[in-house]
Each structure stands twice: as C-alpha cells, then as structure tokens.
C-alpha cells in the first residue's frame, strides 16, 4: 500500500481526492495547506506528494518547489481547477511530475499516482546501488500494445539511474514526458484515434468497454503491423530520446491552443504540455511522425518567469 500526503484547503475536494486515492488501494493523509505539508515531510515521508495550487499560508507552487529543492527523492503531482492552468504550467517547471485536471480525476487520478509512484520505486533499484553504467545507448521497438508502455519506461528511468545523472524527481519526470511520447505516439499516431471518439476516456479510466475495445482495434488487420521505435543515448552532458511511429496519424495539433481549459483535459494535449515541460529541447519532424526530445542533465527546475 502506497502512502500519499495530500494538501487540499477545501473539504469537498479533499474528501474526493482522499476517496478516489483510498479507492485505488492508497493510505492518505490530508492536510489543510502546503506549509503543514511541508511541516509533515520533516517528520514521516510518503510515497508522493499530491497538492492543490491555491491554499492559504503556502501554495501549491511554493510547496512543489519546496519538495523539489528539500527532497528531491519524492515526487508531487498537482491538482488543477478551471481558471487555474498557468499556475499549473508553472508547478511543471518549478519540479512537479505530472499534474491532473479537477474535472477529470475520477478517471486520471489513479493511474497518474500509480504510474509516478511506481516510477520513482523503479528509479530506487540503482539509485545510490553503485551500479554504474557509462553512456549506454538503446533502440527499442514496441507494438501498439500500450501495457508495454510502462516496462519501457521503467528501462529508461533505470538507465539514467545507473547512468548517475539526474536526481529522482528529474528522472521520474524524464520518464512522464517519455511515457506521454509513446501513449501519443501509439495512440494518436498508429491508431488514429479521434477527438470525438471515447475509446481512450474509457480505456484510461479502466472501464472494461474501453479495454476490450482498445485492445480489438490494436490486434485489427489495419493496425496490427504498425510500431513505435525508442532510441535513447544517456551521454555524459544530455540524454537524448527519438520516438517515432509508423503510422499515418499526428501527434501533434493546434486546436485547442495550448494552455486552455479544453487542453488540458484532452489526454493528447495533455502528453505534449508535459513533455515541452519536462524536455530541454523538442523537435517533431519527419510530418509529425517523430519526436525528438533532449534533456540537459545540469539542468534543474527555476522560477518561471514573472
């Protein structure tokens, strides 16, 4: 059972994030804003951080930055209302792992826990092992099975973890933007799937429906022969990631803008904001068919600017 401290000054939303968390098999602890928060972490420390953005006394931007900073081991993820998503742009870049939409958490806010804890526990495998790794380089191919996602990117975090560059919270957020680049990839590039079409919604909220119908359009004879390459070099100054797809779709788009409401509770655009966030460097090319993205290992989450 994974244990998760949860800032959140209103009593409604706190009593449904601690609902839908202990649902998904999690302990919480709740406190009332980021500055009990960051008082409790002194004393016991969770698996993960989970914060709202606006709270009294100290903010959620404040207290990501603070756990950032003070232990960089644990992870934060940010809960986010309408009207709130600069300040969620910007909790990305002061050092939180991912972030989730009020209006979708009964469908995302599980699987987003889930998937940061387990990467974080993956990252502890090598992390201070002495194993050390010197510039590895990996090409990987996947199928348009997205259960193969995560083991993949379990590699990569353990890579960079042996490797010895980059922290917990930098690795783990390194592995989201990679983890947001194949999900597109497969699913917006190889399978094709559409804005109007609700087979992802249901897919990502765990509904049986939205699993079996996902997995009949991956095994289909038009998408069955379709891949997804991985190519990642952890050199000594950069790591450097292709994610390229085999399939006629886009995973880029230009509607909705950018950090509009609409955006950010559209999975694909929510997969391109964080890897823009998290990478140094991103370039799509090959007609939007590949994703090139670096990451320099000085770099560390700064104010934004402003």
């Keep these: 059972m994974s244990s998760i401290l949860l800032a959140e000054?209103?009593?409604?939303?706190?009593?449904l994030i601690r609902s839908i968390l202990e649902s998904g098999g999690h302990q919480v602890e709740c406190v009332e804003n980021g500055r009990l928060a960051f008082e409790t972490l002194s004393q016991r420390q969770p698996d993960l951080v989970v914060t709202d953005l606006r709270m009294p006394e100290m903010n959620g931007m404040e207290l990501v930055q603070a756990v950032a900073e003070q232990y960089p081991k644990l992870p934060s993820v940010v809960v986010t209302a309408r009207g709130?998503?600069?300040l969620?742009?910007?909790a990305l870049a002061l050092g939180a792992a991912n972030f989730v939409p009020k209006n979708s958490l009964s469908k995302l806010l599980c699987r987003v826990?889930?998937?940061t804890i387990r990467m974080a526990a993956s990252d502890r495998v090598f992390d201070g092992s002495g194993q050390k790794s010197t510039c590895p380089e990996y090409?990987?191919?996947l199928s348009n099975n997205l259960t193969s996602i995560e083991p993949v990117v379990h590699f990569v975090v353990q890579s960079l973890a042996s490797a010895g560059h980059m922290n917990t919270t930098q690795r783990v957020r390194l592995?989201?933007?990679v983890h947001s680049a194949l999900l597109n990839a497969i699913c917006f590039g190889n399978l094709e799937i559409r804005d109007d079409e609700t087979l992802l919604s249901r897919w990502l909220g765990n509904e049986e429906t939205g699993i079996q119908e996902m997995a009949e359009r991956t095994a289909s004879k038009e998408y069955a022969g379709q891949t997804v390459e991985l190519k990642f070099s952890v050199g000594t100054d950069d790591t450097r990631?292709?994610?390229?797809?085999s399939g006629r779709g886009r995973v880029t788009r230009m509607t909705p803008a950018p950090g509009t409401p609409e955006s950010f509770e559209l999975e694909q655009c929510r997969g391109l904001m964080l890897l823009t966030s998290f990478m140094d460097d991103v370039i799509f090319r090959s007609g939007n068919c590949e994703v090139v993205m670096v990451k320099r290992h000085t770099h560390s989450p700064a104010l934004?600017?402003?």
């Design 9 to 15: 000054d209103s009593s409604t939303h706190a009593a």
């Design 241 to 245: 990631i292709q994610v390229s797809q």
């Design 175 to 177: 592995g989201t933007a």
């Design 84 to 86: 709130s998503e600069s």
């Design 304 to 306: 934004p600017a402003g």
């Design 139 to 141: 090409t990987l191919q």
């Design 113 to 115: 826990v889930g998937q």
């Design 88 to 90: 969620a742009v910007d």
